[in-house]
């Protein structure tokens, strides 16, 4: 079966989301041709760098104005040039003949659905959301299947006009290694502290956060800064008794270990936290799909959200790592996330075998 995965750079949750859904695709059908393309690479690829960097200036540097452009993004939710570029999908989709197409970033749904209105095609079309909060943009006309992470996104879908036969409660795909070995964190003297800036290497915390910790003996802090070298050096020079990590492919190891972990509410995040059930420190979320995953951390108990400009954050986060029975609840909450998730293969839901309509 030849299954075509469409995603994009914008930050690397969506990436990331459509690689852990090639291995879990290939771990239970390992004879299945699984492939992951950017649709930005593809689409536009004179102008895809220029794009991506200037996500990744807005997100970092002015992230009111990508607010603003984020909510706003609503009201035109429909594919722009898609008949100029039908023709490049008609070479995409006749290069990897897919049986099945799996999106893991709203434009690739638009793209295709509107693709499959204009060519009469049948290959069915699902779409993973990788956050709690289902913006507009994610829902396209000729989807078969969405795949969301809670029954709140499923309840926004619905009073949207989405059919609940087509929505399955799967959580927000993660890799495979995040949901293997998980077992009761035993009591230790050290509490382990792990913090996460997500793929674009962005702390949530502040100078004060990291002294604090740094002090404190009881506690044992790592640092994961991505490939944000520049971070990675100031960080390691200024706070010598803090861990501090670059780029590694063992974030599920860190996370397993720690007691907690202070972050940004990614939606990948969050549901790499439930799967490992390490519980959730979150400072201060600003960009407007986070804010959703936050309020659903806050909402499920399975961690703490520092909304609060004036509240001291590492008195905040102190308290609460004194609160064993706190963090033993949220914990215990995950575990129960994890039970009511359909994790059955989408190769399931796609009902074609054989001969593809389109070709």
Known sequence: ??????????????????????????????????????ILDYMLPNLSRIIYGTFNFMVSKCSG????????????VQAPFKRAFIKKVDRLLNRYQPELIISTLPVCSQYISAYKGMRFCNVPLHTYITDIKAHEEWIAKNTDMYFVGSKSTKNTLISK?????????????VKPVFKE??????AADTKKVLIMG????????????LEKLGENKS???????GKNEKLYLKLKRKYPDIEVIGYT??????????????????????FEAINCETPLYIIKPFLSQELGNAEFIESLNIGRVLWSKNIDAADDFLSLMENEHLLCNMRDNMRRIKKHLDLRSPLIFSGLKGDNPCF
């Open 181 to 186: 070995g998980n077992g009761s964190k035993k």
């Open 1 to 38: 079966m030849n299954i075509l995965i469409l995603t994009g750079h914008f930050g690397m949750g969506h990436f990331s989301a459509a690689e852990a859904l090639k291995q879990e695709i290939l771990s239970k059908e390992p004879e299945a041709n699984v492939d992951v393309v950017d």
């Open 249 to 270: 492919d063992k974030v599920h190891e860190y996370m397993r270990k720690a007691d907690i972990i202070i972050t940004k509410s990614g939606g990948i995040t969050t």
């Open 65 to 76: 104005i990508y607010n603003f452009f984020y909510e706003e993004s609503a009201k035109y």
């Open 219 to 225: 506690i044992h802090v790592t640092v994961i800064t």
């Open 198 to 209: 997500g793929g674009l290497g962005l702390i949530p915390s502040s100078g004060k956060l």
């Open 161 to 173: 006009g989405i059919p609940s036969e087509k929505i399955v409660i799967s959580g927000i795909p």
